[in-house]
């Protein structure tokens, strides 16, 4: 793994935060619903609720969850963990009981930020884990402040006792799905988010009056490490979206003032061209927006001539914590594929290799190897699969294939990993198969990802059952049993029933053959 490259001293957010209400208290760091929060308030906000963690038992180094969809809080519960030198453990709000269970009992944490749509299952599972832990609520008719669910309220430390950190001290904890059978809590340094956040800038030309739209969950990578991050170290203004709503979308970025947003999917693309033109198109001031692969080159041209927006691909993954890959966003370059990825960014160095590790040839297919100072610090408690994840001489292997040219431009190719992409959501076959395997009436199953028919969802979740034979079962059955542990976005959409599983003279599942053999098995209704 890189040493962190310490692009601010010895600074961390919390410092550059602390200067920015220093320096510009009344300027507003968040736009939300019609509303403007300050620097000021945020910063009055984000202490108190420092001071009431740290009367609950929170302190340097201890683990705080927050589980919240897009709102104000969410960034002043995110601030105050970190101001009273805990680390922040965002967790999925798709999440059922079981999935929120393991995350605050893996990550040890102390306590819970949630709000009021998600306490009930969050109550029964604070008593659940190996100690009790605090449950703390956003209060609806204070957007910044919080209150402990629980009938004790503990009054609030008199002053906050902020320790001091620096760029080496842990930051948070961000669950990724990965290919194995429960989540990895990926470890993020103060250092690591500050170089992150230099990359982004840096790439993109932003200024602090650039104003990033944010509709992606703030628990993502995606809205927090590339614009809340960008947005403190150049001292400017979030536009925060509760979520993404297809007919008021350009209206919420337009009142938000949004000029950039790292929150343009392929499928979002499509959904947006598909939607009627409307008079809030000519206000827009957006000028681009990143993100992954697209659906189609023409609807990229459609796109970018109707509202005005460059398109630019890239690639990351939360374990590299800044953007990997971009398209330029200064040079008038056409994107030259649909799986077009861009160039490695600054200070990140990326190979192309083939399975027997030897470098591959401009334009032939192979892993991305993937090396840079802000490179995650290793998985929580899991020292085997850190070590399988690096090179001997320190490449983070990615699982990922892609394609290089001669000058170094990159094209996705597939993933390498048993991973599916439905949804905007990261999905570990893994993970729905060991669900599926504890239902007496499965005696083992294998999980894929297939492309939908209409490229707007991604990938849909199919699985391969093999019936034990004990109960007798069918899809519906499956279906309630999944749903009833697992997030809704990892639920199969369809069930095959079949004698056997195609697998290697090692006892490998042949996911290939899976896909081949779709039309051939006994599949139940699609969901």
Known sequence: MSATLKVWGRSTLVDL???????????????????????????????????????????????VAIAMSNRPAFLVAFLGILRCGAVAVPLNTSYKADEYLYALDHASCCAVVSENDFATVLQDVCTRTRSTIPLFLAEDDSPLRFLNSAAHVPVPAPALIEPHLTPEDLAGIFYTSGTTARPKGVMILHGNLLYSAEVTIRC?????????????????????????????????TIGL????????????????GATWTPGITGPLMRLLLRQEESDEESRIRMRFAVGGTFLSLQEVQ???????????????????????????????????????????????????????????????????????????????????????????????????????????????????????????ENVAAAEVERVLNEHPGVRESAVIGVRSEDGLLGEQVEAFVVKSGQDEVVDEDLRLWVAEKLADFKVPRVFHFVEALP??????????????????SSAGKQQ
């Open 241 to 256: 979206l509760h979520g993404f709503s297809l007919s008021r979308y350009w209206q919420q970025v337009n009142e938000a």
């Open 302 to 424: 459609e796109f970018t001539a109707r509202f005005g927006v460059r398109l630019l691909p890239g690639w990351s993954m939360t374990e590299t914590v800044s953007l990997g890959t971009l398209h330029p966003n200064l040079r008038d370059l056409p994107i030259p594929e649909t799986t077009a990825i861009g160039y490695p960014t600054l200070g990140q160095e990326i190979r192309i290799v083939r399975d027997d590790g030897s470098s591959a040839e401009p334009g032939e297919p192979g892993e991305i190897l993937y090396r840079s100072p802000s490179l995650f610090a290793g998985y929580l408690d899991d020292p085997e699969s850190t070590r399988n994840a690096f090179t001997e001489d320190g490449w983070l292997r990615t699982g990922d294939l892609a394609r290089m040219d001669a000058g170094g431009y990159l094209c996705f190719v597939d993933r390498k990993k048993d991973m599916i992409k439905t949804r905007g």
């Open 17 to 63: 935060f602390r200067e920015n209400v220093r320096l510009s208290p009344d300027k507003p760091f968040i736009r939300f619903a019609g509303r403007s929060f300050s620097y000021s308030e945020v910063n009055q906000a984000s202490e108190e609720f420092a001071r009431l963690l740290q009367a609950a038992g929170a302190g340097h180094r201890s683990r």
């Open 503 to 520: 697998k290697t003279p090692l006892g490998k599942i042949q996911r290939q053959e899976l896909r081949k053999n779709r039309s051939s």
């Open 204 to 236: 993109l030309s932003l200024t602090l009056h650039d104003v990033p739209a944010l509709a992606f969950p703030l628990f993502h990578a995606n809205s927090l490490f590339y614009g809340v991050l960008t947005s403190i170290v150049l001292g400017g």
